[in-house]
């Protein structure tokens, strides 16, 4: 494997557990005509958008 897929892998293993745990307790939640499981499960036929909060310094933004 790549270093920037091993990397990846990793960020991927450290949210994994946090994202079954949220559709296992949340998915019957709707969002909306939405569910929380139709949103993690594949998003078939719905508009929407998974992503994690941002951390940025609230005076600076991004820096490059």
Known sequence: MSALKEKL???IQAHRSR????A???GNVHLG???I???IGGMR???CLVTDI???DPME???F
Do not use: C, M, P
Request: proline share 0%.
């Open 33 to 35: 005509d939405v569910t």
């Open 19 to 22: 994202t079954t745990r949220l």
């Open 9 to 11: 892998f990793e960020k």
């Open 54 to 56: 941002s951390y940025l």
């Open 45 to 47: 036929g719905v508009k």
């Open 61 to 63: 933004g991004i820096r």
């Open 24 to 26: 296992k307790e949340y």
């Open 37 to 39: 499981a139709q949103a």
